[in-house]
Each structure stands twice: as C-alpha cells, then as structure tokens.
C-alpha cells in the first residue's frame, strides 16, 4: 500500500522562506516520478511541480519558476519542495503525489490524472 505524508508546512512572513517534505512508503520510491500540488480555500487543486523518477528532469508552474525548487533523495523515499520568496498567494494547502505505474525515465507528470496517490498534505500560510 502507498503512503505519501507531507511535513513542514507553517506560517511564514513573505518574503521567507520553508521547505516541505513527502515521505513515501509501499513500494520502490525511485521508480516512479513525484509532484507537487496546492489547493488554496475556495479554488481547485493546481500543480505547482514535478520531478522524474530519476530526479534529472524537473517541471514548474509559471507562477512557482524561479522561486520553488523539486529534488528528490532516493536513498531516504523523500521528495522536498524548497519554496523561498514566498507570496501570500501561495498560502495553500500542499500536496504530494506519485504515478501510479513506473513512467519512463524522463516523465515529468504535471496533469492531476497523471498521479495516482496523494498525501494527505500540509498547510502553508504566508503573510504579507
């Protein structure tokens, strides 16, 4: 069974910075490629980023790019979302997912339906 639990998510003054971990569980973490999505109160769920199973190709949202960093460390099942200069629009709830099959060694998913289990995530609050 796949489990997927965030961590780190707080309160923070814009402008700061914070770093959000996944840990995941049930099967061989690096075959399969990680994302980051974020569901803010009253809007749906959006991708932020994604990373390849092999961790060589990474993927942001516009909105994120330049701000955000994926890295994943394979050793320890952990994927990590370091978000600096944040914005009081990115005060969210925060998500991690996984494909649910093996992608190919590239694949950097970035649609809701290309994940297959979710966390149960972690709030981020930015204030201005």
């Known amino acids: 069974q796949v489990q997927l639990v965030e961590s780190g998510g707080g309160l923070v003054q814009a402008g700061g910075s914070l770093r959000v971990s996944c840990v995941a569980s049930?099967?061989?973490?690096?075959?399969?490629?990680m994302g980051w999505f974020r569901q803010a109160p009253g809007k749906e769920r959006e991708f932020v980023a994604a990373?390849?199973?092999?961790?060589?190709?990474?993927y942001y949202a516009d909105s994120v790019n330049g701000r955000f960093t994926i890295s994943r460390d394979n050793a320890k099942n952990t994927v990590y979302l370091q978000m600096n200069s944040l914005k009081p629009e990115d005060t969210a709830v925060y998500y991690c997912?996984?494909?649910?099959?093996?992608?190919?060694?590239?694949?950097?998913?970035?649609?809701?339906?290309?994940?297959?289990?979710w966390g149960q995530g972690t709030q981020v609050t930015v204030s201005s």
């Open positions: 990373i390849s199973r092999s961790g060589a190709s990474t």
């Open positions: 049930g099967r061989t973490f690096s075959s399969y490629a």
């Open positions: 997912a996984t494909t649910p099959t093996p992608p190919s060694y590239y694949f950097t998913p970035r649609r809701l339906a290309d994940f297959g289990f």
